[in-house]
């Protein structure tokens, strides 16, 4: 059965960066890309990153684009999110999904879930 696994949130200062960890275990990368949402008190879960079973395709959303980096290690079947320059409006619980095939932003796409790690950017 496929698990997925987040940590690293924590409480920082705007300006700070912070690297997000997502562990998938039960089944290989190979076949599945990843994708981190965040979701913020009173307000929609938005899919902010995915990056491809191959490496070759990363998205960003526009609020997050150029500030945050999204990788994956196969070896440890892991993938990470560095976010750097963060912002209040950065505060949220993050999730990791998984999917088949390839990148989508819907959350009803996506069967598996991790239970979230919170972020919280504040002065």
């Known amino acids: 059965q496929l698990h997925v696994v987040e940590s690293g949130g924590d409480l920082v200062q705007p300006g700070a960066s912070l690297r997000l960890s997502c562990v998938v275990s039960g089944f290989t990368l190979d076949y599945i890309v990843i994708t981190w949402f965040r979701q913020a008190p009173g307000k929609e879960r938005e899919g902010i990153s995915c990056i491809s079973s191959n490496d070759r395709v990363k998205n960003y959303a526009e609020s997050v684009r150029g500030r945050f980096i999204i990788s994956r290690d196969d070896a440890t079947n892991t993938v990470y999110l560095q976010m750097n320059s963060l912002k209040p409006e950065d505060t949220a619980v993050y999730y990791c999904?998984?999917?088949?095939?390839?990148?989508?932003?819907?959350?009803?796409?996506?069967?598996?879930w991790g239970q979230g790690t919170q972020v919280t950017v504040s002065s």
């Open positions: 999904a998984t999917r088949a095939n390839t990148c989508h932003s819907s959350v009803s796409e996506y069967p598996y």
